[in-house]
């Protein structure tokens, strides 16, 4: 049991709420806050930082990287994490991607020397992409409908459960020996895109299937489908890095960190398949 006192940044969010129970779990009391929470917090928006941060020691920081343009991440995160410190925050864990290429005109790590700059004891977690963005993310629609296009190629993903990436957050925001430490989080194997979907048809019984595009191609059939064009690019060049197998070797810090193997992807599936999430 702990008498920490956590605030939870998207809390509503994949690995948000998991933190939060992780955390709640463990006797913390967890304040979770997103846009759309009681108590209201938005990046865009920092009178809302203050209220949120009141009472808080410790962090846990999730950025909204996913508006190409819209934010100067480095600064916004060194502005909240100043204002965290002044207000008696002692520690930040801040989540960002295991992605150290410039994707989109981004750097999805752009956050990391802010919170190493801001005087608390700091971890990054930085993991590969969630389990959860076939069962509850931006893959869902397209394999309940039975076709997954992505220009991933045959480019292999250790794909990560949030379940395990909020476990490793919780430790850290918790803990003791996680401080200013930078922590690549992967699941056991990796997959490419043609076996992830091929799990999950087996495990359905249902026709779905992964067929590779053009990053070109995929650009296209975003904009149709009204996505702005400079985040349909930050997407593709995102599947890009796994066409190219930018970060496809699994890691061993799941088990380093909470003594145990990260979860397979074929156990999510099975999970995710009984719950009927691909269901039509
Ligand atoms: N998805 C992956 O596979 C993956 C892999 C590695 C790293 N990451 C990183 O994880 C982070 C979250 O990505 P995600 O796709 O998994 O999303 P998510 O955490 O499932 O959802 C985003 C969360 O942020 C909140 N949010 C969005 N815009 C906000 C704003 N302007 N101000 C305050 N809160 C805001 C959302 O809540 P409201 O809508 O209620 O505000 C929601 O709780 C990103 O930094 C991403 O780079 C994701």
Redesign the pocket.
Known sequence: MTDKNVLV?????????RVAAGLRDRGAAVRT?????PVR?????PD?WEPALTGADAVYL??????PGC?DAEQCIGDFAALAVDRGVRRLVL?????TDEVGGKL?IA?ERAVQESGADWTV??????F??FD???LLECLRAGELPLPAGEGREP??D?ED?AAVAVAALLDHGHAGRTYELSGPRALTFAEAVGTIAHATGREIRYTPVTHGDYVDELVCYDVPGDYAVFLADLVGQIRQGKNDTPTDTVRRVLGREPRDFDDFVKDAALRGVWDL
């Open positions: 940044l998207g809390g509503t969010g994949k690995t948000g709420r806050v997103s846009r759309t929470s917090f938005d990046w865009d928006d809302t999730v950025d909204a990287q996913d508006r934010w989540l960002q991607a295991r992605v999805l956050g977690l930085r993991p590969n992409w969630f959860q963005n509850e993310g931006v794909f990560v949030c990436v």
